[in-house]
């Protein structure tokens, strides 16, 4: 009798008990996080100072002219299509117009590094001669040739036959396309005219649109900060109202880090479905189901026309979208509290909060918090996977695969401000270099399972009719440079590129500083259309793009 008690209590209290090595290795954990957020917390004041006392950045800002009476710059790309095939305005009118634009914010923004002006004049007036003909009814331009007339940009790491194709590589500076990438051609055969290209980060692979070829691209709704990148020309050219619509590519947050910081709606699709071909660097391999090319506009409804556009025949693998009232709504707060990533900002978290209450509001949607543990392990995850694929490295990139760059002796050469590589290239490079040193470590299979296993959680969580809404990044866009020294924090957009599923990015109004805030929806496989029609719900529920001028 005098044992049963005890073996009670035991019995309850079994599921809880601890073996010491486990209570040894959280103990472990626990002191390891703690010195990373020291040591990173350390790392950031040390920028704040550099920033403060060594680095050249704008000090005033440099506010963008108006939009004033020109309707057309505030119109869908949708819009402007319908108008100009009903004649209520001429193609060259618009296309006019968005040059005009252009060439009063590019000194800002420095958004646009390649233009074709004049020939893209010419072909609105050949557009015009073709609907003034009367060869095709109204009805049929619209099925044969949607954007008609439409003028876009598209990121520089794309060939636009005619113009120089650097990808922000020194080397690249005097290339010029033979001929156009493959989604520039898709478009072009539906009318669209493009006007030029836009800056990026050297080869595509920094968050801050700079190079050595071109300088630096800056936000449209504060000069001071930076417009993101990979696609960070393209964005800041959207938020301007430089263009009707712009293309960009996503490997790691590249349309949807800068779409958030410059206010516009970006769209990383489902993996494999948009052709990549025709963009430096070349992708294959795994490095190719990572990297996405989607669009980038000021509407959201442009989105989905868009994405359908560039989609062609493959429009079929998409999933229909469910009633919204039926949908089922997650969300996650953060990636777990890594501590090399900073905490979400106030304000982000208000705007996720804000988020969720409108989409339980409007059509009873119950939020639900999702337990996805391995977001911890995002950066890592994605690291790991981009080190695994069997393609050049970033430094064989760097030379242009002619043998590779040695990052740590281009380093010590750019103290002397000897290297043409920028600072951010040339970094990545050193990480990738510790990465690869890694492959052969247990770490590294292991993180490149937990990909797998996290890609397979987050469709089962999912499926055909949930969403998830997940902060892009910690906070507004910060200052110029501030990215080197918070460098872990694009992992809120990177570990999407691993998981394959389509990702929207939404504006969700500005902060008390006048910078965008956003919100990432994020769906299950071939879902695409499902995070459209909920950009486009949360377009009408918080007024979507805020004309940078108007701030």
Same mark, same amino acid.
Request: net charge neutral; with cysteine; glycine share 10%.
């Given at each position: 009798?005098?044992?049963?008690?005890?073996?009670?209590?035991?019995?309850?209290?079994?599921?809880?008990?601890?073996?010491?090595?486990?209570?040894?290795? %959280?103990?472990?954990?626990?002191?390891?996080?703690?010195?990373?957020?020291? %040591?990173?917390?350390?790392?950031?004041?040390?920028?704040?100072?550099?920033?403060?006392?060594?680095?050249?950045?704008?000090?005033?800002?440099?506010?963008?002219?108006?939009?004033?009476?020109?309707?057309?710059?505030?119109?869908?790309?949708?819009?402007?299509?319908?108008?100009?095939?009903?004649?209520?305005?001429?193609?060259?009118?618009?296309?006019?117009?968005?040059?005009?634009?252009?060439?009063?914010?590019?000194?800002?923004?420095?958004?646009?590094?390649?233009?074709?002006?004049?020939?893209?004049?010419?072909?609105?007036?050949?557009?015009?001669?073709?609907?003034?003909?009367?060869?095709?009814?109204?009805?049929?331009?619209?099925?044969?040739?949607?954007?008609?007339?439409?003028?876009?940009?598209?990121?520089?790491?794309?060939?636009?036959?005619?113009?120089?194709?650097?990808?922000?590589?020194?080397?690249?500076?005097?290339?010029?396309?033979?001929?156009?990438?493959?989604?520039?051609?898709?478009?072009?055969?539906?009318?669209?005219?493009?006007?030029?290209?836009?800056?990026?980060?050297?080869?595509?692979?920094?968050?801050? +649109?700079?190079?050595?070829?071109?300088?630096?691209?800056?936000?449209?709704?504060?000069?001071?900060?930076?417009?993101?990148?990979?696609?960070?020309?393209?964005?800041?050219?959207?938020?301007?109202?430089?263009?009707?619509?712009?293309?960009?590519?996503?490997?790691?947050?590249?349309?949807?880090?800068?779409?958030?910081?410059?206010?516009?709606?970006?769209?990383?699709?489902?993996?494999?479905?948009?052709?990549?071909?025709?963009?430096?660097?070349?992708?294959?391999?795994?490095?190719? &189901?990572?990297?996405?090319?989607?669009?980038?506009?000021?509407?959201?409804?442009?989105?989905?026309? !868009?994405?359908?556009?560039?989609?062609?025949?493959?429009?079929?693998?998409?999933?229909?979208?469910?009633?919204?009232?039926?949908?089922?709504?997650?969300?996650?707060?953060?990636?777990?509290?890594?501590?090399?990533?900073?905490?979400?900002?106030?304000?982000?978290?208000?705007?996720?909060?804000?988020?969720?209450?409108?989409? &339980?509001?409007?059509?009873?949607?119950?939020?639900?918090? %999702?337990?996805?543990?391995?977001?911890?392990? $995002?950066?890592?995850?994605?690291?790991?996977?981009?080190?695994?694929?069997?393609?050049?490295?970033?430094?064989?990139?760097?030379?242009?695969?002619?043998?590779?760059?040695?990052?740590?002796?281009? !380093?010590?050469?750019?103290?002397?401000?000897?290297?043409?590589?920028?600072?951010?290239?040339?970094?990545?490079?050193?990480?990738?270099?510790?990465?690869? +040193?890694?492959?052969?470590?247990?770490?590294?299979?292991?993180?490149?399972?937990?990909?797998? $296993?996290?890609?397979?959680?987050?469709?089962?969580?999912?499926?055909?009719?949930?969403?998830?809404?997940?902060?892009?990044?910690?906070?507004?866009?910060?200052?110029?440079?501030?990215?080197?020294?918070?460098? %872990?924090?694009?992992?809120?957009?990177?570990?999407?590129?691993?998981?394959?599923?389509?990702?929207?990015?939404?504006?969700?109004?500005?902060?008390?500083?006048?910078?965008? !805030?956003?919100?990432?929806?994020?769906?299950?496989?071939?879902?695409?259309?499902?995070?459209?029609?909920?950009?486009?719900?949360?377009?009408?529920?918080?007024?979507?793009?805020?004309?940078?001028?108007?701030?």
């Amino acid at each position: 009798m005098s044992t049963i008690l005890p073996n009670i209590i035991y019995g309850i209290c079994r599921p809880f008990v601890i073996s010491p090595k486990k209570v040894i290795s %959280a103990a472990i954990g626990i002191m390891v996080a703690s010195v990373l957020r020291i %040591a990173y917390k350390g790392y950031d004041i040390l920028g704040t100072v550099l920033m403060a006392f060594m680095v050249r950045v704008p000090k005033d800002r440099q506010p963008l002219p108006p939009l004033g009476d020109r309707k057309l710059l505030r119109l869908s790309a949708q819009d402007i299509a319908q108008k100009i095939r009903s004649k209520e305005v001429s193609a060259e009118e618009v296309v006019r117009t968005f040059i005009g634009r252009i060439v009063e914010v590019n000194s800002g923004i420095n958004a646009v590094v390649n233009e074709r002006f004049e020939i893209a004049i010419n072909e609105a007036k050949k557009v015009d001669h073709l609907i003034r003909s009367g060869e095709y009814t109204e009805a049929e331009l619209e099925e044969k040739y949607p954007l008609l007339g439409v003028p876009f940009t598209i990121k520089d790491s794309y060939c636009v036959e005619g113009l120089k194709h650097t990808a922000g590589h020194y080397k690249r500076k005097d290339y010029t396309a033979p001929e156009d990438a493959t989604v520039v051609t898709m478009l072009k055969a539906v009318g669209a005219i493009p006007l030029g290209v836009t800056n990026v980060s050297e080869l595509c692979m920094w968050w801050e +649109a700079v190079n050595t070829v071109y300088g630096r691209s800056a936000n449209p709704y504060d000069t001071r900060h930076i417009s993101g990148g990979s696609s960070g020309g393209e964005a800041a050219l959207q938020g301007a109202a430089g263009s009707a619509f712009g293309i960009g590519s996503d490997i790691g947050g590249s349309i949807r880090m800068p779409s958030f910081f410059c206010g516009v709606f970006g769209h990383k699709p489902t993996t494999g479905l948009i052709p990549n071909e025709g963009q430096v660097p070349v992708t294959r391999g795994r490095l190719a &189901e990572f990297l996405t090319t989607g669009p980038v506009a000021r509407h959201a409804h442009d989105l989905r026309f !868009l994405y359908d556009i560039m989609l062609g025949e493959k429009v079929n693998k998409m999933k229909p979208v469910p009633d919204l009232s039926r949908v089922r709504l997650f969300y996650m707060e953060d990636d777990g509290g890594n501590p090399i990533t900073t905490p979400i900002s106030r304000d982000m978290k208000a705007v996720m909060k804000k988020s969720l209450q409108y989409l &339980e509001k409007k059509y009873g949607l119950k939020p639900q918090k %999702a337990n996805l543990t391995k977001f911890y392990h $995002s950066l890592e995850i994605w690291a790991q996977a981009m080190a695994g694929a069997d393609v050049p490295t970033f430094c064989e990139e760097l030379a242009l695969h002619n043998g590779k760059i040695n990052p740590f002796v281009e !380093l010590v050469k750019k103290a002397f401000w000897m290297s043409p590589h920028t600072l951010p290239a040339l970094v990545l490079g050193v990480i990738e270099k510790l990465a690869y +040193a890694g492959r052969s470590l247990p770490r590294h299979k292991e993180m490149i399972e937990m990909g797998y $296993s996290l890609a397979k959680e987050l469709q089962e969580l999912l499926g055909d009719d949930g969403i998830m809404l997940y902060h892009p990044f910690p906070y507004t866009a910060p200052r110029h440079h501030r990215p080197m020294f918070r460098p %872990a924090d694009f992992a809120y957009t990177a570990i999407f590129n691993i998981l394959g599923v389509p990702v929207t990015q939404v504006p969700l109004g500005l902060d008390a500083d006048g910078l965008p !805030l956003g919100i990432q929806v994020v769906g299950g496989m071939f879902s695409d259309h499902l995070c459209l029609s909920i950009a486009e719900e949360l377009e009408e529920g918080f007024g979507g793009w805020v004309p940078p001028s108007s701030c």
